[in-house]
């Protein structure tokens, strides 16, 4: 193979080359916890503990984590929202992207944080994460645009009384409702948000849930926007911010006392679930009837002394007033900041996609089968992975890279070429909302609306939501009941990048497909790392359609 690089590419390799390195030894192994009183059960922690470390890094610097499998089953780690772009083989995705980790094994993923934002880590083989093997990570900027002085972090999480598989395997009746964790703690026992008065903060949030929504206010204070699945945007202030499970947002706050030094604000945490999280229509505020569970606690504020803060503020009571009149949070009508500002990330330099060089139209659906057992499919597809890992068959089948049907017909590819614009009608006509992830990317986002089925989960059908001349970007879109969601993106990112729900089981159930994106230019690229074949031999795995077939 010749060893032609990317520009993209020869950015990361001159920045690895004077880099710090961000060394993490993790063992992958079960554990069994009671997590928010569901009961003790099986989980799979890092070094023995849950919940997952905070990792952070530094614009520029490389991670490194140097992984042990002490599970019975294979294992692998994603970084939720990292392009990788030439170094696709450490995205994680089993059996697409790569084999993954043998269990009583260990495999280095050395991954350059070319991306500043707000991300997590977490499992991406028999949908681990669901049992615990996630967590949040943070890459920061050197010169962030945004002036602040301190962070505070909300991780979100969900946690059910039985391991995954098990969930899987019983019918959704069968299930009892999750508990929910704020930062690895039960969310009935949140703690208080200490803040000092005039004292600016950026809050990042993230939902790392395998089910849950998660609407996140903090009581008479404006919330601004800046940043959306690691993409910066122009500040928006907002009243609340809804999650979808994989979504993240930062927002800025300025603390101000409450109305007297005995009486607190408080911050609010509301849980939905897939039935009732419709993404077009915001939910009016105050309509706490579509929550299933509300969590939160005090906002204590510091006081400043006077000498501290010469200027006179506004009252409490003017906050309250400006509370009430701030808009409802919509990811559609935010917009990116420059390509100066975004000169981390390679999407940056996409201007609109007014023209996509493509249409496809995606159908979101589930249903059951002759035995009982539930499928999710895209276009009535349940996918299953390949027999060969995606990223061999695009190295080694030639010009039949080029065929969808070379991958396996289950795998639902699409194949792409090199730098077309893509146009995905997203279209959700079920009961159920979906938030859809891309691997390897984000997506423009330009259009939010209902379907033909026009049910009352929707509105009015003919209700549709644009975006303007500048479209915000995101890696996860949440496509709600009766919905669908128009996005865009451009293939300047050969890979294999999966798409899927974002909910475990539907994803487990099949609503997946794949990108075969620029297989021809992948072919071009460097030999992966030998440690990536090792894997695979290891586990009796081809890596050759030579070998074996994908059907």
Not at 38 to 60: C, D, E, F, M, Q
Not at 133 to 154: A, C, S, T
Not at 211 to 228: D, G, K, P, S
Not at 476 to 499: C, D, E, H
């Amino acid at each position: 193979m010749s060893r032609a690089l990317s520009t993209f590419s020869l950015f990361v390799f001159l920045s690895v080359a004077s880099a710090a390195r961000i060394v993490h030894n993790w063992e992958v192994g079960a554990v069994h916890v009671d997590r928010a009183g569901a009961g003790a059960r099986y989980a799979i922690g890092v070094n023995g503990r849950l919940p997952l470390p905070l990792v952070r890094a530094t614009l520029g610097d490389v991670l490194v984590f140097n992984v042990k499998n002490s599970l019975s089953k294979p294992t692998t780690l994603h970084i939720h929202g990292y392009f990788f772009n030439g170094t696709s083989f450490y995205d994680g995705a089993d059996m697409i992207s790569s084999c993954s980790i043998a269990p009583n094994t260990t495999f280095t993923y050395e991954i350059p944080a070319v991306q500043a934002g707000t991300y997590w880590i977490h499992g991406h083989t028999n949908h681990e994460n669901a049992d615990g093997l996630r967590g949040p990570l943070i890459v920061d900027r050197p010169n962030e645009p945004f002036q602040y002085k301190d962070e505070r972090l909300f991780v979100f999480e969900d946690w059910y009384s039985m391991p995954f598989a098990e969930r899987l395997s019983r019918s959704i009746e069968h299930v009892e409702s999750p508990r929910s964790l704020i930062n690895g703690i039960d969310a009935r026992q949140a703690k208080e948000l200490c803040l000092a008065e005039g004292t600016t903060y950026r809050i990042r949030l993230l939902n790392i849930a395998s089910t849950a929504w998660y609407e996140f206010a903090l009581e008479n204070h404006e919330m601004q926007v800046i940043e959306l699945d690691g993409v910066l945007c122009k500040r928006s202030p907002v009243r609340s911010v809804r999650l979808a499970p994989a979504q993240r947002v930062s927002v800025l706050v300025t603390a101000h006392a409450g109305p007297s030094s005995a009486d607190y604000d408080r911050y609010t945490v509301r849980q939905y679930f897939p039935h009732l999280a419709n993404q077009a229509e915001p939910p009016a505020h105050g309509a706490d009837s579509q929550a299933e569970d509300i969590y939160g606690s005090n906002i204590v504020v510091k006081q400043a002394s006077p000498s501290d803060s010469p200027l006179q503020r506004p009252s409490w009571n003017w906050h309250r007033r400006r509370y009430q009149q701030l808009p409802a949070f919509s990811d559609i009508r935010l917009v990116p900041l420059s390509n100066k500002d975004n000169d981390d990330d390679t999407d940056a330099s996409e201007d609109s996609l007014s023209t996509p060089d493509r249409r496809i139209r995606l159908e979101l659906g589930s249903g059951r089968s002759p035995d009982g057992r539930t499928h999710s499919f895209i276009n009535g597809i349940a996918f299953s992975k390949p027999r060969i890992p995606a990223i061999y068959t695009a190295l080694t089948a030639g010009g039949l890279a080029m065929d969808p049907r070379v991958y396996g017909e289950h795998t639902n590819t699409v194949v792409l070429k090199s730098m077309e614009v893509i146009e995905l009608v997203l279209w959700n006509n079920s009961t159920m909302a979906h938030p859809m992830h891309l691997h390897g990317h984000t997506f423009q986002l330009y259009e939010y609306g209902c379907t033909d089925a026009g049910h009352d989960e929707c509105g009015s059908k003919n209700m549709a939501f644009k975006a303007g001349s500048s479209p915000m970007r995101r890696d996860t879109v949440s496509v709600g009941p009766f919905q669908y969601a128009v996005i865009r993106f451009k293939a300047s990112n050969p890979g294999m990048w999966l798409m899927h729900c974002h909910i475990d089981t539907h994803h487990a159930q099949g609503m997946a497909m794949l990108f075969a994106e620029a297989p021809e230019v992948l072919q071009q690229t460097p030999d992966m790392p030998l440690s990536v074949r090792d894997q695979c031999l290891l586990q009796g795995v081809a890596t050759s359609v030579n070998s074996t077939s994908n059907d």
